[in-house]
């Protein structure tokens, strides 16, 4: 494209498609600020209290297993609709559920649309961002993801500072707010529900999905609005086209030839191994953390957690296209093994240090995963696999990573208690290793090039990113 800023509709559409993440982002982190209360209501054991905080991760395990099925037979936009309608379902009824099952199901539910969510938002801001502003648009996806955390957050905090956990007046809303204030704080994420909702309405369908489907004249025309100039937009419908009629093999059956196969087991290699490296644990359990590290407010050093986790994000977005993928990460997880490792320490009996101490280095945490894991995984999975069995592809690495992220969601309060603080933090650390190793060894450097380009670097016959220029 001629023209060096991103073009307004573009980013329009992009913006819509990130509102998702704000959806995945609060549904997440919530959590953390009602696992205490929950607990404590309804006698949870250790066990229960970590399927509290995985049952949702199980919905979105399902989201995932039918997200690409269903936005390559309904489109990108309709799933996003169905998502969307999901976390409205959701929000009301953990607001207004009359026991620990009926909540279990509602997470559930909400647990779905995330799924989902996770896997179409970025597919359908990669197939209509051009090849160099991909990288910042699908990064806007996880940079919403963060305002979701941090809104969950301050909502969290500002309930909790004026509830009353002792009030006796059965009304629903005093309960949403006082005595039941876990139910305010689920609740609350109906406003973002219903915004994310009305905006799809707003956006027309993915034109690469259109083009796959044969409908190659609405595709132009849309194409045609993404890029202003006609000529772009014939030469990107027919580089599409390209790559869509050298597949002759069913979607499925595609997943399975040399190439790709690599692709999607390399892709799920990623996706898993992070969640091992403490990301989510810290989203999760981040208040209980603070609290074993004695914070007498926990939930405020959380609020600086999303602040920190948001404002990094922004600065990934900004400079992702620029130093590339793999940069990021190299510097970024090698600092968060630092961090892991500091954490580690200050936790260790024999040791007596500052709270500030490890507040600085959880925050220096975050600052290194957000710049580095979180901001590239979602633009790396929405980049590697080719157009057709592009949502079934990413299904199954979405997959791979929920998985990850329920063990670790339904482990935590295991590790914490049997494993201690410190050991669980040098367990973390440890888990970066190997995601090194597979990031250096195997996976290329997608900054720049266009989508058919990766597809063709994976159909070589031996793929090596060290031959890759800049790598």
């Not at 380009?453 to 016959?461: D, F, L, S, T, V």
Request: proline residues 5%; aromatic residues 12%; glycine residues 10%.
């Amino acid at each position: 494209m001629k023209q060096q800023r991103i073009p307004g509709y573009v980013l329009f559409l992009a913006f819509v498609a990130a509102l998702g993440g704000i959806l995945f982002g609060y549904d997440t982190a919530v959590i953390s600020g009602t696992t205490e209360i929950v607990k404590a209501q309804f006698g949870l054991s250790t066990g229960l209290e970590g399927w509290y905080v995985g049952c949702a991760l199980v919905g979105s395990i399902l989201g995932v297993l039918v997200a690409g099925m269903l936005s390559d037979f309904l489109g990108r936009r309709r799933t996003m609709l169905i998502s969307a309608l999901l976390f409205t379902v959701s929000a009301i009824g953990c607001a207004v559920c009359g026991g620990f099952g009926g909540l279990i199901a509602y997470r559930i539910i909400g647990g779905v649309g995330i799924g989902i969510v996770s896997i179409v938002s970025p597919i359908y801001i990669s197939e209509i961002s051009p090849a160099r502003f991909r990288g910042t648009m699908v990064s806007l996806y996880q940079l919403f993801i963060t305002i979701g955390f941090l809104l969950a957050y301050l909502v969290n905090y500002l309930i909790l500072r004026g509830a009353v956990t002792d009030l006796a007046d059965p009304a629903l809303t005093a309960r949403m707010f006082n005595s039941e204030y876990w139910r305010g704080m689920l609740g609350c994420e109906t406003l973002p529900d219903l915004l994310f909702l009305l905006s799809i309405l707003f956006i027309p369908e993915s034109p690469r999905w259109l083009v796959v489907r044969g409908q190659d004249r609405r595709a132009l025309d849309i194409l045609g609005r993404l890029s202003g100039s006609p000529q772009e937009a014939q030469a990107a419908l027919l580089a599409t086209r390209a790559s869509l009629d050298a597949e002759v093999r069913t979607p499925w059956s595609a997943l399975l030839e040399r190439g790709i196969f690599r692709a999607v087991l390399i892709g799920s290699a990623i996706a898993i191994l992070g969640q091992f490296m403490g990301v989510n644990a810290v989203l999760y359990y981040g208040p209980k953390i603070f609290a074993s590290a004695g914070f007498q407010n926990p939930l405020f050093p959380t609020v600086l957690v999303g602040l920190v986790n948001m404002l990094t994000t922004v600065l990934a977005l900004l400079i992702i296209d620029r130093v590339g993928r793999k940069q990021l990460v190299w510097w970024g997880v090698g600092g968060m093994i630092v961090c892991l490792l500091m954490i580690g320490i200050y936790f260790l009996p024999a040791v007596s240090l500052p709270n500030g101490f490890m507040l600085t280095f959880f925050l220096l945490y975050v600052f290194c995963t957000a710049i580095s894991i979180s901001a590239v995984v979602f633009v790396i999975l929405s980049e590697i696999y080719p157009n057709r069995v592009r949502g079934l592809a990413m299904s199954v690495a979405g997959l791979a990573l929920w998985v990850g992220t329920y063990l670790i969601g339904q482990l935590t309060p295991w590790m914490l208690e049997n494993l201690t603080p410190a050991g669980t933090f040098f367990l973390f650390a440890l888990m970066c290793l190997p995601y090194l190793w597979i990031m250096y060894r195997h996976v290329p450097d997608t900054t720049g090039k266009t989508l058919e380009e990766i597809e063709a670097y994976w159909r070589r016959p031996t793929p090596n990113p060290s031959r890759q220029g800049g790598e």
